[in-house]
């Protein structure tokens, strides 16, 4: 019998975490989640993960608005060619 994608996936070790290392990555992201911080308009840094659905839309929503403004930002007449810096 032909053996499935499925199969072919969870027979093969290289392709295949272990629990361990969901474990170990589930860790990792518990330990570092109160490392990632945002700084709001007034100086205070907040952690994401105690950062409510809204502020992090919010915040999400800014952050595309500036990549939208840094998009446009006209640089006619300045020297694009940062090789010789």
Same mark, same amino acid.
């Not at 170990?24 to 990632?36: D, H």
């Not at 007034?42 to 939208?68: Q, T």
């Given at each position: 019998?032909?053996? @499935?994608?499925?199969?072919? %996936?969870? =027979?093969?070790? *290289?392709?295949?975490?272990?629990?361990?290392? %969901?474990?170990?990555?589930? +860790? $990792?992201?518990?330990?570092?989640?109160? %490392? $990632? *911080? +945002? @700084? @709001? *308009?007034?100086?205070?840094?907040?952690? $994401? *993960?105690?950062?409510?659905?809204?502020?992090?839309?919010?915040?999400? =929503?800014?952050?595309?608005?500036?990549?939208?403004? =840094?998009? =446009?930002?006209?640089?006619?007449?300045?020297?694009?060619? +940062?090789?010789?810096?």
């Amino acid at each position: 019998m032909k053996e @499935t994608q499925f199969e072919r %996936l969870m =027979n093969s070790k *290289k392709d295949c975490a272990s629990i361990k290392d %969901l474990e170990m990555e589930l +860790w $990792l992201r518990r330990r570092n989640s109160g %490392l $990632l *911080k +945002w @700084t @709001t *308009k007034n100086g205070e840094e907040i952690a $994401l *993960k105690d950062m409510s659905d809204e502020h992090l839309k919010n915040a999400l =929503n800014m952050a595309y608005r500036i990549e939208d403004l =840094n998009d =446009n930002i006209d640089f006619a007449g300045f020297d694009d060619d +940062w090789g010789d810096r």
